[in-house]
């Protein structure tokens, strides 16, 4: 298990979800909330994400 995140559709922050979100939405039927569905649904994948930069970023380490 790990953790995702997802980047808001302003770009000034991010949702952060369990890597099983799929697994919940799908066998448990669980619905995320609108504004998170919405970020997802934005996620322009030809753009670099380096997710342990971001999450270094957002702990305050410094590298």
Same mark, same amino acid.
């Given at each position: 298990? @790990?953790?995702? &995140? %997802?980047? *808001?559709? +302003? $770009? +000034? @922050? !991010?949702?952060?979800?369990? @890597?099983?979100? !799929?697994?919940?939405? %799908?066998?448990?039927? !669980?619905?995320?909330? #609108? ?8 996620? *322009?994948?030809?753009? #670099? ?8 970023? &957002?702990? $305050?380490?410094?590298?």
């Amino acid at each position: 298990m @790990s953790e995702i &995140l %997802v980047p *808001d559709i +302003n $770009g +000034n @922050s !991010y949702f952060a979800s369990p @890597s099983m979100i !799929y697994h919940y939405v %799908v066998t448990h039927r !669980y619905l995320p909330p #609108k504004s998170f569905i919405e970020a997802v649904m934005n996620v *322009d994948l030809s753009m #670099k994400f380096l997710a342990e930069d971001i999450f270094d970023n &957002l702990l $305050g380490a410094r590298t």
